[in-house]
């Protein structure tokens, strides 16, 4: 079935560091993306997104880029804190569901 | 509220019982979604609404599951003779616009069935 699927399932990196999370998507008709942070316990809370019109896109300390030729999404945390310490998802629309992929758990080291 | 609402936060039953949980979406928001995530996973889509029809419900994992929308505000989704295997978290979003519009979801209800 569809699937959205994350290279890495766990990321770790000092504080002050740029951080870097990859997603692979698999299904092209995909037109909207969207990046999600989940703290335990909590519902996921949208960070950033981007339309397969543009390839890259940048917010406040967070930027995504989307490569289309190979179905691909990342997102690039600069000057990462320990409150940026979550499972972080890609999420990909088809059709207008929301499909998630598994998620990477970033940690941050102080 | 300003956000999305749901409830109860907590439900534990036991096998075999019926189970309703509540979703109550940001005012004016036209599409409601309801997902379900067990530890570790990622969110897994159930059903999706636009207005008070369901537009996609090929999620629901069987019959057993069903969702209501009647006025095109407030969602439950009512589980049925439920087992052990529904225990997860059920999460609600509302989006303002449906299809390629950011969703706002709500702190989830975590079911428990013993």
């Known amino acids: 079935g569809e699937s959205v699927g994350l290279h890495l399932p766990t990321l770790s990196v000092q504080e002050g560091d740029n951080s870097i999370i990859n997603c692979a998507y698999s299904?092209?008709?995909?037109?909207?993306f969207i990046w999600y942070k989940q703290e335990s316990g909590k519902g996921p809370q949208f960070i950033i997104d981007?339309?397969?019109?543009?390839d890259k896109r940048q917010g406040q300390r967070v930027t995504v880029l989307l490569n289309k030729t190979v179905k691909h999404l990342s997102l690039q945390i600069a000057a990462t804190q320990p409150g940026d310490s979550a499972v972080y998802f890609c999420?990909?629309?088809?059709?207008?569901?929301?499909?998630f992929g598994q998620g990477t758990e970033l940690s941050v080291k102080p | 509220g300003a956000g999305v609402s749901q409830t109860p936060s907590n439900k534990v039953t036991e096998k075999g019982k019926y189970v309703e949980l509540r979703c109550d979406p940001i005012s004016g928001h036209t599409a409601l979604y309801w997902y379900r995530q067990s530890l570790g996973q990622g969110p897994e889509f159930l059903i999706y609404?636009?207005?008070?029809?369901?537009?996609?419900d090929s999620g629901l994992p069987n019959d057993r599951f069903f969702a209501v929308r009647p006025e095109g505000s407030v969602s439950t989704l009512k589980i049925q003779r439920t087992e052990r295997g529904d225990s997860a978290m059920y999460l609600c979003?509302?989006?303002?616009?449906?299809?390629?519009?950011?969703?706002?979801f709500g702190e989830g209800s975590r079911l428990t069935v013993l």
């Open positions: 979003a509302s989006s303002l616009v449906g299809t390629g519009g950011e969703l706002f």
């Open positions: 609404f636009q207005g008070t029809g369901a537009a996609d």
């Open positions: 981007i339309r397969s019109n543009m």
């Open positions: 299904n092209s008709a995909s037109d909207y």
């Open positions: 999420a990909e629309t088809p059709g207008g569901k929301l499909i």
